[in-house]
Antibody, heavy 122, light 113 residues
């Protein structure tokens, strides 16, 4: 049974870089069968896709984030990571990592990690 | 980006009654080459991540009770819970995956009347 677990600082200062890691168990991120994605959800609000990485290392990001995003793989550790630069209070959210079937440029998400709350505040 | 609009924003349904949630996309998510609708539904219970219920607009994921069903095509879709149970209290989201970036509806909160 595949499981994903987010980890990283819960508090980030404004203008700094948010860094999170997702550790995957029960599946290999190098298998080539899935995208590995990040999604966020501000408190009491809806869901926003941040971006995804494929086993080849190719990435795609949500243009709404204005080029502030970077997602990378660490295949030996079976982890993938998110970096979001120049954060503001608007980036405060629960951040989820999730797996998405690879068959098209986009997909549905299953399963999801439990999520980690990141607060941007001085 | 494709805008997904759900209605209603919230609804209260008696136990055992039917709950219906609509989802409208700003462009068709029907792929003409395979006649599939690139639309998923999720359930999110308080304090938990979303869980996919349905993909391809009408295909239930493994383990999802058959009281959940999805229908629709093109731009108009519906999630139906035919006999609401207490454990179905949650927020439900639709999501299109035909276009990138994938986008979600704003969510519909389902409560017990």
């Amino acid at each position: 049974q595949v499981q994903l677990q987010e980890s990283g600082p819960g508090l980030v200062r404004p203008s700094q870089t948010l860094s999170l890691t997702c550790t995957v168990s029960g599946d290999s991120i190098g298998s080539g069968r899935y995208y590995w994605t990040w999604i966020r959800q501000p408190a009491g609000k809806g869901l926003e896709w941040i971006g995804r990485v494929y086993s080849s290392g190719s990435t795609k990001y949500n243009p709404s984030l204005g080029g502030r995003v970077s997602i990378s793989l660490d295949t030996p550790k079976n982890q993938f990571s998110l970096k979001l630069s120049s954060v503001t209070a608007a980036d405060t959210a629960v951040y989820y990592c999730a797996r998405a079937p690879y068959f098209w440029s986009a997909s549905w998400f299953d399963p999801w990690g439990q999520g980690t709350l990141v607060t941007v505040s001085s | 980006d494709i805008v997904m609009t759900q209605s209603p924003d919230s609804l209260a349904v008696s136990l055992g009654e039917r709950a219906t949630i609509d989802c409208k996309s700003s462009q068709s998510v029907l792929h003409s080459s395979n006649n599939k609708n690139y639309l998923a539904w999720y359930q999110q219970k308080p304090g938990q991540p979303p869980q996919v219920l349905i993909s391809w607009a009408s295909t239930r994921e493994s383990g999802v009770p058959d009281r959940f069903s999805g229908s629709g095509s093109g731009t108009d879709f519906t999630l139906t819970i035919i006999s609401l149970q207490a454990e179905d209290v949650a927020v439900y989201y639709c999501q299109q995956y035909y276009y990138s970036p994938p986008t979600f509806g704003q969510g519909t909160k389902v409560e017990i009347k």
